[in-house]
């Protein structure tokens, strides 16, 4: 992956970026907490709202019926509190968070697991959908996640995974993008991210081309840097993915 700025994500980061990172990650999240009752009201009265499209979501993404997910176990890898928690919503048998840092507002029926992406502490071969919506580049060594979550993922498992990537011109510039987006370890162009996937034993089946994510974000500093990034060509990007045969 010559397009990534001289750092192949198959290797992982260093040490002191990947903590420098989830220092950041951290003081970010803290932010997230700050919002007083009312705020949290109008937020959680928001997402109820959005119950029925989040569940046509969950639908359209995966490609199953609701009805389906009764016998199913699904997993999302990261547990913002805000995070999409479509699966959730959903009657899964049974429902995993798994996130490297604490954060205990869970969705009530779900279970959170406080472990790292590179070692999913889950036997093989028991997942039926796993949801990953912006995390890869979040991660010390996305390889590793990704065949963790091909290892867990049964045989007919479905990944859904979204992941913000940068144009190609830029790639020269991702160290000083290291500087600036301290909260991501690794800094990835489309064709880096889809080689991240073939690699890890993924097929993309659906693109479902770029995603415009809804932002709790009350920080005005947040909002100019999210819209920074878009100036200069940052997009979130999604899949549908199976195993390969």
């Known amino acids: 992956m010559t ?9 992982g980061t260093t040490a002191r970026r990947w903590h420098r990172a989830q220092k950041l990650e951290a003081k970010t ?57 479509h699966l959730f919503g959903t009657k899964a048998r049974y429902k995993l968070i798994l996130d490297p840092m604490p954060w205990p507002r869970v ?78 370890p690794h800094h990835l162009t489309k064709s880096s991210f889809l080689s991240l996937l073939s690699e890890s034993g993924f097929v993309p089946d659906i693109d479902f081309g770029v995603l415009v994510p809804r932002a709790w974000v009350k920080k005005l500093s947040i909002r100019l840097k999210v819209m920074l990034s878009r100036l200069c060509g940052e997009r979130t990007i999604q899949f549908r993915c199976s195993i390969s045969a």
């Open 107 to 184: 969705s009530h029926d779900a279970e959170f697991l406080q472990a790292m992406g590179e070692r999913i502490p889950i036997r093989s071969s028991v997942i039926n959908v796993c949801w990953a919506s912006n995390v890869i580049d979040h991660c010390k060594a996305p390889q590793l996640v990704l065949q963790e979550i091909a290892r867990v993922l049964t045989e007919n498992g479905r990944l859904y995974i979204t992941c913000n990537v940068w144009p190609l011109w830029l790639s020269p510039f991702f160290f000083m993008l290291d500087r600036i987006d301290g909260c991501h």
């Open 3 to 11: 397009d990534n700025g001289g750092r192949s994500p198959s290797r």
């Open 29 to 85: 999240r803290s932010t997230m907490t700050c919002y007083d009752t009312a705020e949290r009201e109008g937020i959680a009265q928001e997402v109820d709202k959005s119950r029925a499209y989040r569940q046509r979501l969950v639908e359209e993404r995966l490609g199953i019926n609701l009805a389906d997910f009764r016998e199913m176990c699904v997993l999302e890898i990261g547990g913002l509190e805000f995070a999409d928690r």
